[in-house]
């Protein structure tokens, strides 16, 4: 279970609480626009809607300029269309400004911990199903649609809360409701005679705004609603990830259950869902956000081993353990980068994300050869029985190479000298994290991230000089690199949606309608038809996941 997160400004979680009560504000809904969040998300929206006004400015724009063939008009319209594409440029940047805005979602505490990276939800706008809905009802089940009117709030209702959910159980459970009261729609309106696009024609098409990049999609699919929700919910638990406390042990084991479930949503999307309208939604931006989720897991593994690390500084075996944890998370997050850096994903993702994987990569490389040196200052000789194994940590020399010796010196003076070779390119590594640090506008922002580096930087020099004798002039060999091992992987957890209870909303609709026999015959989705700005495309859809949502009528 995902612990209630604490609220957002002061008395903010007492006020929610007193609207829920009312009956005011559907239990796990934030309407608070004073907090942080709450006004971080008001702006993304605002944001959001700006770029779609300036898209179509600029479609139109481009039609007259490919229809017209007066001069005097093509070059008015070209000064146009310059102006609209700075204009969507400097939008796109305020709003990689706040996706790149990390500190927003980390928590107040007493400890310094590295700041992780949250993903937004994708905004909707408010959706009017009313006439649709009844005209569906009367024309397709020969029902009286105004009799539905109840029914058809009560949807509204719940599809507008999930638009300002909770960071909580509360808010994650409201996102799971409205997922399998999907569920329940879409087998209550699909016949086979008539496909899933078809038969919600005539509703308004949902508009789900990309959480990267801003530009709106629509598709007359319920199955694009589904994958937008599914993709809220693993949005939602990188949040409440981010915002737990990391410097206590409870912190962490939270932040990594929630960074896993975010890994399954984004898993079990990417595996379901393809021919997406958003590039958030694309297989290959899936992929990523699954890899960086379970590096931030890996992460939080790391930090909740670092803080048992003080109770024995001197355990040899206990800081060479720390070095490989260490290792294990910056290989997830080079590997991450790597993503990040290969087009098409390269094109959406904002620059402050990449330069952060890149320097976690670099300060957590630099950390696993400190900790390698203390565990060779200052840890104790170990059992030669316990030597072999703990060579291996050090044995990161190419396969070719020759061999050197002994990997872990057991003379106080050769320790020395290996452990000062470490420290060398622990110095060097977190050099370079603040080089990248610096190179980054919005990163510059992030005081916590900038004291974190630099306190590691000064931490490695401490050290350093202090193995640095006066009458030592030799050379300090090249340091292996440390072998990457964890003792806990990460992974993925699909969300269960059989955990919230909830009931068909349109119970009274008939079950059989227009040679609808039963579950039988329900049809897959495959094979329908996805409209998006005049475009039709193959779709492949979000099914309803056996075991994991509302059971479909008998």
Not at 138 to 159: C, T
Request: proline letters at 7%.
């Amino acid at each position: 279970m995902v612990p209630e997160g604490r609220p957002d400004g002061a008395g903010a979680g007492e006020e929610s609480a007193r609207l829920q009560a009312a009956g005011s504000v559907r239990k796990g809904c934030d309407l608070l626009a004073n907090s942080q969040h709450g006004c971080l998300q008001s702006r993304r929206a605002r944001i959001h809607q700006q770029i779609n006004r300036e898209l179509r400015m600029r479609t139109g724009a481009e039609n007259l300029y490919r229809a017209t063939s007066n001069a005097r008009v093509r070059e008015t319209v070209a000064l146009e269309l310059s102006y609209v594409n700075s204009s969507l440029q400097l939008l796109k940047e305020e709003l990689e400004g706040l996706d790149g805005n990390v500190d927003a979602n980390q928590p107040q505490s007493e400890g310094i911990t590295v700041p992780m990276i949250p993903l937004g939800l994708k905004e909707t706008k408010q959706l009017d199903w009313a006439t649709p809905l009844k005209e569906l009802i009367s024309g397709h089940f020969g029902e009286d649609g105004a009799s539905y009117e109840a029914e058809i709030r009560e949807l509204e209702d719940l599809r507008q809360a999930t638009r300002t959910p909770s960071r909580s159980e509360a808010g994650l459970e409201l996102l799971t409701a409205y997922y399998n009261q999907l569920c329940f729609q879409e087998a209550r309106f699909v016949t086979p005679a008539r496909s899933l696009g078809l038969l919600f024609h005539c509703l308004t098409r949902p508009c789900r705004y990309d959480s990267l990049t801003g530009v709106p999609a629509q598709q007359r699919a319920l199955a694009f609603e589904k994958g937008s929700v599914l993709f809220n919910i693993g949005a939602l638990h990188t949040q409440i990830g981010a915002r737990q406390d990391r410097s206590c042990p409870e912190g962490t084991s939270c932040a990594v259950e929630a960074f896993q479930r975010a890994a399954g949503a984004f898993s079990l999307l990417r595996e379901n869902f393809s021919h997406a309208p958003s590039p958030d939604m694309s297989p290959a931006s899936l992929s990523m956000l699954e890899q960086l989720m379970t590096a931030q897991a890996q992460e939080c593994v790391f930090e909740g081993l670092s803080l048992q690390a003080p109770v024995a500084p001197r355990d040899c075996l206990a800081q060479l353990h720390l070095a490989q944890e260490a290792a294990q998370v910056a290989a997830e997050y080079r590997l991450v980068h790597q993503t990040m850096a290969q087009p098409p994903v390269q094109d959406y993702v904002p620059f402050p994300w990449t330069t952060l994987v890149h320097v976690k990569a670099e300060y957590f490389r630099a950390l696993a050869h400190y900790h390698a040196a203390l565990a060779l200052c200052d840890g104790a000789p170990v059992a030669e029985a316990e030597l072999p194994a703990l060579e291996q940590i050090f044995l990161g020399l190419p396969v070719s190479s020759e061999p050197r010796g002994p990997a872990l010196p057991q003379e106080q003076e050769e320790r020395r000298k290996l452990g000062k070779a470490h420290l060398k390119r622990a110095i060097l590594g977190q050099e370079e994290a603040l080089r990248l640090h610096a190179v980054c506008r919005a990163l510059r922002r992030v005081d916590l991230l900038q004291v974190v580096l630099v306190q590691a930087l000064r931490r490695s020099l401490a050290k350093y000089s202090e193995l640095d004798l006066e009458d030592d002039f030799c050379e300090a060999a090249e340091a292996p690199d440390v072998r990457p091992k964890t003792r806990r992987r990460p992974e993925g957890r699909a969300p269960s949606f059989s955990r919230v209870k909830v009931a068909d909303i349109f119970h009274r609709l008939p079950r059989t309608a227009g040679g609808w026999q039963g579950p039988s015959t329900w049809p897959e989705e495959r094979g329908a038809s996805a409209s998006r700005c005049g475009e039709t495309r193959p779709f492949s859809s979000l099914p309803s996941f056996q075991g994991a949502g509302p059971r479909r009528p008998a």
